[in-house]
């Protein structure tokens, strides 16, 4: 399944986001998060989209972040969050 992210991921989207990421775990055997469009976020926006990949390993869906922005790969970082993304980040694909 393809997904984009939103632009903004970040606690003034939290809950919008989550109904939207629960329906993207459902019968899926993969997804790919387009995040080109990415332009704001904040420890909320990562934190859930950290939670979205935990659920799916723990669901053996692949899941796979593509085009991240530099802000997103940024905020990741400075959150101690890396290895929840390790492997799943493909630039420029």
Same mark, same amino acid.
């Given at each position: 399944? %393809? /997904?984009? @992210? &939103?632009?903004?991921?970040?606690?003034? !989207? #939290?809950? $919008? #986001? !989550?109904? @939207?990421?629960?329906?993207?775990?459902? %019968?899926? $055997?993969?997804?790919?998060?387009?995040?080109? *469009? +990415? #332009?704001? +976020? $904040?420890?909320?926006?990562?934190? =859930?989209?950290? /939670? =979205?990949?935990?659920?799916? *390993? *723990? %669901?053996?869906?692949?899941?796979?972040?593509?085009? &991240?922005?530099?802000?997103?790969?940024?905020?990741?970082?400075?959150?101690?969050?890396?290895? +929840?993304?390790?492997?799943?980040?493909? #630039?420029?694909?």
């Amino acid at each position: 399944m %393809n /997904c984009l @992210l &939103p632009e903004s991921l970040d606690i003034s !989207t #939290v809950l $919008d #986001v !989550t109904t @939207l990421y629960q329906e993207w775990l459902t %019968n899926q $055997d993969s997804i790919e998060l387009n995040a080109e *469009k +990415v #332009v704001r +976020v $904040d420890a909320a926006g990562i934190q =859930l989209l950290s /939670c =979205l990949f935990i659920s799916a *390993k *723990k %669901n053996h869906i692949e899941i796979q972040i593509l085009k &991240p922005t530099e802000l997103l790969t940024d905020g990741i970082r400075t959150l101690g969050l890396s290895s +929840v993304f390790e492997r799943t980040m493909k #630039v420029g694909e």
